[in-house]
């Protein structure tokens, strides 16, 4: 009787509070304030956004989640409104709350060029709102064309990233394939918010017109976009579609909530700071549901969900959770459970007969199984360490270096432990540089010798025996001006090099940070480009079997503390058979410093060395980049606009002006005339690096009794003293660690391939 009273009761309460629990769930679920515009066209425009034609009070008090929604339509259009106030070409296609992303639509950048390689359209792109971020572990930016570079130029007017993409033929591309031939991709840096995006062509597409008229660029989500073959004649899109992330503010979670009146998170949510951008982002508990910056989230009823409940009989919802009845023999412990009995223990009865049954066998299992599991992980990596040292041809250099006739047994096979110990297990704090064929890493060996240990990015299985000459070869350079390589490491994925530690950074840096560039005198520029042109002479006519560097550069040449030159870098170099004087390669090295015409026939010969070190040369007279985005376009390639200087007899109007006061015009024009003979067009116009070196080294030794009034940086001729280090980030990978933004100037770029 007492319990049918109860469940009178009960019935009677559902039935009065079921419309009033109904209204508030309503209320809650709704995702706009009441009597605010909830959609445009086909959008849902959650709170904090709020429609442009809808009360101010609809959204919160920033112009950025402002939608503006074109009336002019059917459907009505939604665009984000733009930092100006008006119309920005972004139309939103999706707001989402649970993710903080906001999915856009923005047109894509297009430059085409006719058969004699003049514009016929330029529809560049620009994303001018700079308060949401886009996305940059969901999006991709794109370039494709078979003569196409292009670059993300942020609201600075410096260039972020860019790719660039190749190919002589439509046959050498693949549906698919965005590697570089025929189509490029790249991922977007933190932080990036509006934009503009540049298209460029290297000889607009003369070469390719008949199959690949345009140059396309665009951002894009990851998994909106593959690349087609087709997509060469003609892109089948002119708009794609971006995800950027959203937050509120400019505040932290902890800054916000120290004015409560205008923190945003309301109840039963969580705060937590903008991962990209900034701002903070009110997302609901688990459990509940809801829009978390209007009246807060609310209760989900799991056991109505049939996805969400996973009990097999009964199921009682709780407050953010729900419960399913404990198994006969069980209890409840009064913790949160779910369908498979989490959140039951066993009756004291039962409980006891348990333990004792089970805890032995735990206790033999986890001995047993924590014993086989050491030895047997210790014998993998023993086995993997064996795979590791035959597939880099270990045993071929242990043969190689047990060889009697070996004229040096310089070069030491490192232990995969020992250079884990030397760069405390290769922590981050111990990076000195980033190039493009890998990281670098300081190291300290047991008899305190430092070392510079660079772990490369990845390995050509089929060059392995070529990797071990070239150690071979590089290990018996005895050079004072190269850097060098003291041994290897083949017992781990990809081998390990470890050379001399140079601690005065790169040319590179000397030549552009304005705080170094003063400091390098006329007398110890010639120095620096005498002792580099010296070090190419030596490895072109000096050694048993010629040497081509491949990518000289001002970033390759290091400086010690005395400021002599160490040529770095020999990731790129190729050995030249003594019976050949070309090699048909595929194209690799730094853009700005590529000799053009082994671009265009892919014969690598010693003088391409000379065309890179031409570009260096100029740089220490100019003190300028090897490629300038920001400037016009008859300045952005140094080589060029120098060429074109010299030739309207304007040298000394680009020559840096530090150099340019020392009073040594005659000589600065001589070293100007030798980067103009090393710059020519056709190879064999050039000189040899045997006579560059002897032409510099006679400059040098009149510099030295011409009295100059310009002084070396010590304010005499240096000599190498070895030891002496200044802790300075350097890279024998290709860049120096320092913070300049010209990231495409130390960008090692594969090109069209002929063959290796």
Known sequence: MVIHKLLLRVVVLGAFLGPYHNHITEAVDSMTKPGCRSTCGNLSIPYPFGSDDSDPHCRIDSPSFRVVCDNSTDPPVPYINARDGGLDDLRILNISLENHEMRVSVSTSEACYDSSGHFVKRLPTALRQTIFPISRTKNKFTAIGCDTSAYFINFEGNVSFGCMSMCSHASDVSDG????????????????????????????????????PCSYAFIAETSSYNFSVGDLKQLKFNESILILDWAIGKQTCEDAKKNSTSYMCKSNTTCTDAENGFGYKCTCLEGFQGN???????????????????????????????????????RRNGKKGSGDGQGCTANPSHLMEILVGVAGTIIVLLFSIGFLY?????????????????????????????EPNKTTKATKIFSAEELEKATNNYDESRIVGRGGYGTVYKGLLTNDMEVAIKKSKLVDRSQIEQFINEVIVL?????????????????????????????????FDHIHNPNRSPKLSWKTRLRIASETAGVLSYLHSATSIPIIHRDVKSANILLDANYTAKVSDFGASRLVPLDQTKLFTMVQGTWGYLDPEYIQTSQLTEKSDVYSFGVVLVELLTGKKALLFDQPEEKRNLSMYFLSSLENDKLFQIVEEAIANEGIDEQVGEVANLAKRCLTIKG?????????????????????????????????????????????????????????????????????????
Do not use: W
């Not at 890279?731 to 391939?753: L, Q, V």
């Open 177 to 212: 394939s965005c590697s570089g031939v025929g189509c490029c991709e790249t991922s977007i840096p933190k932080n990036s918010s509006g934009y503009g995006i540049y298209v460029g062509s290297i000889s607009n597409h003369i070469r390719v017109v008949d199959f690949n």
């Open 292 to 330: 978390p910056y209007l009246a807060g989230c609310h209760d989900i009823d799991e056991c109505a969900d049939p996805q969400k409940n996973l009990c097999q009989g009964k199921c009682h919802n709780i407050v953010g959770n729900y419960i399913c009845p404990c198994p006969k023999g069980y």
């Open 374 to 402: 050491l030895g047997h992980k210790k014998m993998k990596l023993i086995r993997l360490k064996e795979q590791y040292f035959r597939q880099n041809g270990g045993l071929l250099l242990q043969q190689q270096l047990d």
């Open 475 to 507: 290990s018996q350079i005895n050079h004072r001006n190269v850097v060098k390589l003291l041994g290897c490491c083949l017992e781990t994925e990809v081998p390990l090099l470890v050379y001399e530690f140079v601690n005065n950074g790169t040319l």
């Open 684 to 756: 064999e116009e050039r000189p040899t690096m045997k006579e560059i070196a002897s032409e510099l080294e006679g400059l040098r030794v009149m510099a030295n009794h011409s009295g100059v009034s310009g002084t070396d940086v010590n304010g005499e001729e240096k000599i190498h003293l070895p030891g002496e280090n200044t802790d300075v980030y350097m890279d024998i990978g290709g860049t120096m660690n320092t913070e300049y933004t010209d990231c495409m100037e130390d960008h090692i770029m594969p090109m069209a391939s002929s063959g290796r």
